[in-house]
């Protein structure tokens, strides 16, 4: 524990250290910026809610004040977000805004990856991930650092995304940069440090149970049993270590702990004629692996990350502004030696959870590594004598945006043209080795050798996955007001060249789209949008690569009117809707251009040309038949919703939302004696519809503010049509179902305690042999068999229905505290690779072995009996495996400390914070008899690193 409290301390003994005396730096007004630590006293809880307040909120090449918004857009401000040290911001959006919902799907150091869904699915051909748009370009923003953004925008209505046409359907997230102001220059130091602790990791069987179980499954299957009597003792005892391990790879290969770090140094300011905003961050995050320090390396998992931006804003003449951003990063991601990117850490965690605990001594008697012809990688051998990778990804994003006023053609006329150059790419070295096992003979002492040593060598260096993005927005804003009424009008061109590999695909891709907005408000009370794109692809054909997508939105803020104006405890109240129409060209399940006919050389035999007998290297052949008619989805959404404040501390939202989406891509079944496949076609229509609701309560006594937040969504899916494979009975058709349900499975109606069960029940033809201790299924068509007209499609999805969060924020003479805890209900899992992990080398046996059915412990058994063969009965999809995937969590604590002012002008400081938090503390689910993470059943499991708890300290300077 000791060291963990080093890893918290960390940054407040580096931050002291850069405070050199006789340091002079200018002062200037700060501002609201927690991440300086300006935000004296508030949590990053503090400002949820609605406040009808005219909050300036970025809008595509625009912004407009939120209260005059008729479309759905909802913000996060930079001091909203926690602060952890997150390797992917994508996790900082989990839980604080309704209609978000964020899914863990790595953890590992360098390849976290959480995915992002708004609202709900409306489709199935990929995870419906939303366009990401960085100050207004298409970019990635999970690898920036906290300290670069200003805001994060999610658009989530057609009256919002029709501006995006072909690309909006799935939602959008805009992140804004942060900018300087006039103020005066501000400089800022942030760190923090922590320790992220591994949880929810598998235990690993010790020898003796292993052993048994082992037995117990051989017997099952009427084999003999493979360990005896004395084998059992001496696992049991220890006695013999070498001929009878007893390893337990978890405990010695996992750590409990592993440290992490973020620093952060930024400075801001500017005049009138330049404002400027500079920062640099540094995140370093350490690897659970054990035992990985050799003398010529360390083969840890690891990620470290330089982040840098500088954002430029100058106005040239009275009538010129210009704007030069310029971001990057550099990456470094260091695993366990291994030819392909993460392999060495999933191999790894393969031999560590999978090989059975008395396979082989780590080290034998003569220190050579452990092994036979079974198992031969030893994860000592791995981590000491395999080498390691290292990947450097090299990232530079660059725009320039210049704005021209052109008062003298009229009023309010402005041109604004912006490109942007973005590039990235991975640089591949490291160390390779390679490691022999032996397996000693224990009647004559004689080793067996497996494996091939070789030399400690460099690896072959090389450069990969080269990507480039280039976009041109130009266009015409004109902004007016003419007494009651005000115009908005913004007209643009967009093209961008896209080139970022897929597998052996080489081909750059363009789009191209013009996109217009008029906006009317008369009287700052009633409001219109009318939004109009033009956009496509040159994925498809050419008569179907455009389309049109119009949306119209409406508000009226009631609360202006007199009628309500007497009405004192209604502060605000607006009523909004939207309906529109938009696209989505992100359709993975079909080729990169599938209206044309491709040919590959991989895959296929030699062919012979001509009449010589000698085939021709390098064959040639036709991929799935093209389909000319391949287009893009098409999404139709509806909003209905209001916003409201009560008694000047109420504040609510509530959106109803309808999303229909037609033409999406269901597979093409033509006849086999075609002889090759057809790429798919639009024949998929599906829908989701709910609400969201937000709440949030903001109250100041003296010097106590409190802040109370709920948010839920609630989004239904269904599929309306699918082409399914005809001749299916109704009950099999995936057509009334939700989307991402977890496929055709059995109906399961308990295990089978006896022969006379088994008898009397309908025959099943999934297993040579159905035995006491199997599970019985339903016979759905009561034909006296179970076989796969059995299989039935029901509503579990791996989706939840909703999900919610909740949190409160309390600030008092400089003491804040917040917490927040999230949650979702209607999500299902199969735990079928959980239960039964591995394969039949390690008698797919693990720590949920012990509680198989067995003649003992009969109705009392959560699982079949065990078996190594004539298994497929019991391992079939069913529902007997299915787990709900409900959970409720808290997720972030912190307690942060604010210097008071007198304090702070004796130091020099502006602003000084001191906090400590914790992040993924606690989850109460259905899955805890288990021991899994709810938000990631798989992690510490089969080759899933294992799930982090994060505590962390930090401390924020301001000068």
């Known amino acids: 524990m000791k060291s963990i409290y080093k890893a918290l301390l960390a940054p407040f003994f580096v931050i002291a250290g850069c405070l050199l005396p006789g340091v002079q730096a200018q002062t200037g007004n700060p501002g609201p910026n927690r991440e300086t630590g300006t935000d004296t006293g508030r949590s990053s809880l503090s400002l949820m809610g609605v ?38 911001l994508n996790e900082a959006l989990t839980g604080l805004l309704p209609g978000v919902y964020v899914s863990k799907q790595n953890t590992a150091p360098g390849y976290d990856a959480s995915n992002i869904l708004i609202r709900g699915r409306s489709s199935y051909n990929d995870a419906q991930p939303p366009l990401v748009l960085v100050d207004g370009i298409e970019r990635d923003f999970a690898d920036m650092d906290l300290s670069e953004i200003e805001s994060i925008g999610i658009l989530k209505d057609a009256a919002s995304l029709a501006w995006y046409g072909i690309r909006g359907a799935n939602g959008v997230v805009l992140v804004t940069t942060k900018h ?73 290969f996992i750590k409990k702990w592993a440290p992490v770090q973020r620093y952060v140094a930024a400075v801001s300011g500017g005049n009138e004629a330049a404002k400027y905003f500079t920062t640099f961050s540094y995140y370093n995050q350490g690897g659970l692996f054990a ?32 704007s030069v951003n310029i971001g990057g990063r550099i990456e470094n991601r260091a695993e366990p030696g291994q030819n392909t990117a993460y392999a060495g850490i999933t191999d790894l965690l393969n031999a560590i959870y999978l090989t ?87 009647a004559t002492g004689a080793y ?72 009317y408000d008369f009287r700052h009370r009633y409001l219109a949008d009318l939004v109009l794109n033009y956009s496509g692809n040159v994925r498809f054909a050419e008569n179907h690569r455009y389309g049109f997508f119009p949306a ?28 529109g129409l938009t696209g989505n060209d992100n359709l993975f399940n079909a080729r990169l251009y599938g209206w044309q006919s491709l040919y ?33 989805e098409k999404s139709r959404k509806l909003d209905l919703g209001f916003e409201a404040r009560l008694l000047s501390a109420l504040s609510i939202t509530w959106d109803y939302f309808l999303d229909k989406r037609t033409d999406l891509i269901s597979p093409s079944f033509i006849p086999g004696f075609i002889g090759q496949g057809l790429v798919p076609g639009n024949s998929g229509e599906a829908q989701y519809k709910g609400f969201e609701t937000s709440l949030g309560f903001n109250k100041k006594w003296g010097l106590v503010n409190l802040n109370l937040f709920v948010n839920y969504t609630l989004a239904k899916t269904n599929l309306n049509s699918y082409n399914d494979q005809p001749g299916l009975p109704k009950y099999q058709l995936q057509t009334g179902h939700p989307l991402a349900n977890l496929g055709r499975m059995f109906v399961a109606e308990g295990i089978f305690q006896n022969q006379n069960e088994i008898t009397a029940a309908p025959r099943s033809t999934l297993s040579g042999k159905v035995q006491p201790g199997d599970i019985r299924y339903k016979d759905l068509n009561g034909d006296g ?96 495996w299915i787990r709900s995937t409900d959970f409720l969590q808290l997720r972030n604590v912190e307690l942060g400390y604010t210097l008071p002012g007198s304090l702070m002008k004796k130091l020099k400081l502006s602003a000084c914070r001191l906090y400590i938090n914790g992040y993924n503390l606690l989850s109460f689910s259905k899955l805890n008899d288990l021991d899994l993470d709810p938000a990631l059943i798989s992690a510490g499991r089969n080759a899933v690193y294992p799930s982090l708890t994060t505590l962390s300290a930090g401390l924020n300077l301001t000068f």
Do not use: C
């Open 448 to 519: 067996t050798r497996f494996g091939t040593r070789a030399s400690l060598a460099y690896r072959a260096a090389s450069f990969a996955n080269t990507s480039r993005n280039n976009e041109l927005w130009a266009g015409l804003n004109y902004k007016r007001t003419f007494g009651a009424h005000s115009l908005d009008i913004a007209g643009y061109y967009n093209g961008a060249s896209v080139f970022n590999p897929i597998g052996n695909i080489r081909f750059d891709y363009n789009r191209k789209s013009a996109s217009t907005r008029v906006s």
């Open 291 to 322: 035992e990985t320090q050799t003398p010529n390396y360390n083969s840890n998992a690891g990620y470290k990350r330089y982040n840098f931006r500088s954002n430029l804003d100058a106005t040239v003449t009275k009538n010129l502004d210009v």
């Open 51 to 88: 406040d009808g307040k005219n909050e300036e909120v970025a809008i595509p090449f625009g912004s407009r004040p939120k209260r005059h918004l008729p479309g759905v857009i909802s913000v996060l401000r930079s001091e909203q977000l926690p602060q952890v040290p997150y390797s992917n």
């Open 552 to 579: 119209l939105s409406a508000g009226w803020i009631i609360s202006e009117e007199d009628f309500l104006k007497e009405i004192k405890p209604l502060n605000y109240l607006k009523l909004r809707g939207s309906y």
């Open 785 to 880: 068999l179970i076989d796969n007209f059995d299989q039935t499609v029901l509503d579990y999805t791996g989706v939840p229905a909703s999900y919610y969060s909740f949190g409160a924020a309390v600030s008092v003479a400089g003491f804040d505290l917040s917490a927040m805890m999230t949650g979702q209900h209607g999500g299902s899992a199969d735990i079928r690779s959980i239960i039964y992990a591995g394969n039949a080398n390690n008698g797919f046996l693990n720590q949920y072995s012990v509680d198989r059915w067995n003649t003992t412990n009969g109705a009392g058994a959560l699982y079949p009996r065990l078996t190594l063969s004539d298994r497929g009965n019991n391992t079939a999809l069913s529902t007997f």
């Open 600 to 632: 590959s050389t991989a895959g296929f035999q030699s062919y012979s040309f001509g009449t010589g007998f000698s085939s021709a290297g390098g064959a040639t052949g036709e991929l799935s038949l093209p389909n000319p008619d391949l287009t893009f």
């Open 180 to 252: 300087g102001n006039t103020a005066g220059t501000k400089v800022t130091l942030s760190g923090m440090g922590g320790a992220q602790l591994a949880r929810a990791n598998i235990k690993p069987l010790d020898s003796y149970t292993y052993a048994t179980l082992y037995n117990e499954a051989l017997q099952n299957g009427g084999l003999a049993p493979l360990y005896d009597q004395t084998a059992l003792n001496a696992y049991k005892s220890g006695s013999d270590p070498y001929a009878y391990p007893n390893n337990n790879f978890v405990d010695r």
């Open 356 to 442: 059975p605990p008395n396979a082989y001594p780590l080290l034998n008697q003569d220190s050579s590594y452990g092994g036979n012809t079974i198992f031969q990688n030893n994860p000592l051998a791995q981590l000491q004598s395999r080498g390691y990778n290292s990947q450097i990804t090299r990232v530079l994003l660059a725009s320039a945006r210049a704005n021209y006023k052109l008062d003298g053609i009229t009023k309010g006329l402005s041109l604004t043209a912006m490109y942007s150059y973005d590039m990235a790419g991975v640089y591949i070295s490291g160390r390779t080795q390679n490691f022999e096992v032996y397996q000693r003979n224990p």
